[in-house]
């Protein structure tokens, strides 16, 4: 399960980084190319298609690194990871006072 939301993680990552830079700081971004036609069905909704699929993104990546530290502090709790191992010695090995020097 952890692999998944990671996994879901790096893809909606590198989703947000190429839409983000396909879009201009001034608001032209992909709808530069398509100045020469009306504004009835362009580039507005260019515009705001990347608008809306940026929101949509940013919200989908809190959602799921909200959910994967739920999901690891929830294993840890459990004893998953931070379980200490206790380091007995097998019964009849010699002990260290007993080694010739």
């Known amino acids: 399960m952890a692999t998944f939301i990671v996994i879901l993680i790096v893809i909606i990552a590198i989703l947000l980084g ?15 190319g398509f100045s020469g036609t009306s504004q009835v ?16 993104l940013s919200i989908a990546m809190m959602v799921l690194c909200l959910f994967s530290a739920a999901y690891y502090t929830q294993g840890a709790d459990e004893g998953g990871d931070d379980r200490q191992l ?9 002990s260290d006072e007993a080694l010739p020097e």
């Open 86 to 94: 206790e380091q007995t010695s097998p019964e009849g090995a010699p």
């Open 18 to 32: 190429l839409i983000v830079l396909v879009q201009n700081p001034k608001g032209g971004g992909l709808a530069v």
């Open 41 to 56: 069905g362009g580039v507005q909704r260019t515009t705001d298609f990347l608008e809306k699929a940026t929101w949509y």
